[in-house]
């Protein structure tokens, strides 16, 4: 993609409206289409200019902005602007591009816009991951450099997946299932259920269980997880 991509801003706060403008004003890549202080204007406004993008508030007087995806005509991307992070989850359910917290800092746009050209790469663009590589991705509601040999395992959230790390810390992102399994290391992660990837290397044991069945006990996780036979011998071939 290497047209410049339109924009429209979307909050009641007139100071916060300008204070994105400012940083969007940074961004050769990006041409601002207009603003709007509530989701009526802005509405009219979509329907008329068609954006690629949408900067979005969610708490405004009257309607707020989960109000609007379905009022507007529109394929433009969503990326939310809000003081609050507990939206973040419903923000996903929409299919929003991206979630950002005020202030908005400039480095944070431009990796918000950043995931934007990568959905119109090719596949062969997304090369795959070396266990000590660092992947940089949205981790529930902030961007952060994940390295891969800190996942310890990986289980699907709907069309989202939850990462889980060995700092005890786990976070939804926007990745599937399926991509993970085709770009994570294939002689380190192994896919044990259509739900749950896991880490070999964390791997304690695997017992027996019922129904031909097998529990998959990692370290630091405390509950085990049980896969078919079919995955077991996926398992027993890669432990050579």
Not at 32 to 59: R, S, T, W
Not at 197 to 210: A, L, R, Y
Request: with cysteine; net charge negative; glycine share 2%.
């Amino acid at each position: 993609m290497n047209r410049k991509l339109t924009t429209v801003v979307v909050d009641d706060e007139r100071l916060a409206r300008k204070a994105l403008i400012s940083l969007i004003a940074e961004m050769p890549e990006i041409e601002l289409a207009g603003e709007a202080d509530c989701v009526d204007a802005a509405v009219a406004l979509i329907n008329k200019v068609q954006p690629d993008i949408i900067f979005l508030d969610i708490q405004m007087p009257g309607q707020s902005g989960f109000d609007l995806p379905e009022k507007i005509n529109s394929n433009a991307k969503i990326i939310f602007v809000t003081a609050f992070d507990e939206y973040a989850l419903r923000a996903f359910e929409i299919n929003a591009l991206d979630y950002l917290m005020k202030p908005v800092s400039l480095p944070r746009l431009k990796a918000s816009i950043s995931r934007l050209y990568e959905e119109h790469e090719p596949p062969s663009a997304k090369k795959p991951l070396s266990y000590d590589d660092r992947l940089f991705l949205l981790f529930t509601t902030h961007y952060i450099f994940l390295k891969v040999d800190s996942i310890i395992y990986i289980n699907s959230s709907g069309d989202y997946s939850e990462v889980h790390l060995t700092d005890s810390r786990h976070g939804l992102t926007n990745k599937t299932m399926q991509e993970w399994e085709e770009r994570l290391p294939e002689k380190c992660f192994c896919r044990i259920h259509r739900s749950v990837i896991i880490n070999m290397d964390f791997v304690v044991k695997v017992d027996e269980w019922f129904n031909n069945a097998f529990r998959v006990h990692l370290k630091g996780v405390e509950e085990p997880f049980v896969m078919s036979r079919r995955y077991a011998s996926i398992i027993k071939n890669r432990m050579g």
